[in-house]
């Protein structure tokens, strides 16, 4: 089963990945596979330092690049050999992050539509100001992290969310106000033992 962590800069991702990794080894029984986008590839590292200065077409074009490698060389065999995958960032971080850099939604659309659609997309949500007093304590922004505001981002998020539910993607909404990131995860295995359930008899 291919999961896919998605939300604003800031909002928990990372944290709420890894968590979910440990506690879905427990309850599935099943190995957990953990990775994020950009990749830990050559690739991918690059990418995370030239996102300063590699920008709108050419990092929209890079960061597909990368997902493709991504889904070719380690998600579709992680699966095959029987691992639950959880990516902390996916497709929709494109439909967010490379319009904030002024790329169109269907050019992204364009460089992504081949790419494996996830079993589920868990879309995490907070409060802006939440999201921004966060973002306001690191020591130092990204240019897209400065470029963007977490209200933006949230819009944006809105927007691919609709869109890809045209395309028949299955994405869940988790609400993580006033809930620390256990109680998040919590909310997310009781959106996934249905879906595990389904799968463990099929
Ligand atoms: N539910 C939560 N409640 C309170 N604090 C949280 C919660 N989730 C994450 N945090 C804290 O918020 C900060 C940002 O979390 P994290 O790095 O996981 O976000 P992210 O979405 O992966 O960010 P980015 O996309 O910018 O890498 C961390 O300090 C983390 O401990
Ligand atoms: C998946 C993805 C990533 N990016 C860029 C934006 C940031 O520079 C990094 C992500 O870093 P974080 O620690 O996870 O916030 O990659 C992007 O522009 N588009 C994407 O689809």
Aim: aromatic share 4%; proline share 5%.
């Amino acid at each position: 089963m291919f999961i896919v962590i998605e939300g604003p800069n800031g909002v928990g991702k990372t944290t709420v990945a890894g968590l979910l990794a440990t506690r879905l080894r427990h309850r599935a029984g099943r190995p957990v596979h953990l990775t994020t986008e950009p990749t830990r590839t050559r690739l991918g590292k690059l990418l995370r330092e030239a996102e300063a200065v590699i920008h709108g077409r050419a990092l929209a074009l890079a960061i597909a690049a990368d997902r493709t490698m991504h889904v070719e060389d380690e998600i579709i065999p992680a699966l095959d050999a029987g691992n639950i995958v959880i990516s902390d960032r996916y497709v929709q971080s494109s439909l967010v992050l490379q319009r904030v850099d002024a790329v169109d939604l269907r050019e992204i659309w364009i460089y992504n539509r081949y790419v494996l659609q996830p079993a589920v997309s868990l879309y995490l949500t907070d409060d802006p100001h939440v999201i921004g007093a966060r973002l306001a304590a690191r020591p130092s922004l990204t240019r897209l992290e400065a470029t963007g505001t977490p209200e933006r981002e949230l819009q944006l998020y809105g927007q691919a969310i609709e869109f890809l539910d045209r395309h028949s993607w299955h994405q869940v909404k988790i609400d993580c106000r006033g809930r620390n990131p256990d109680q998040v995860v919590s909310v997310i295995l009781d959106t996934l033992d249905p879906l595990l359930a389904r799968r463990s008899a099929a």
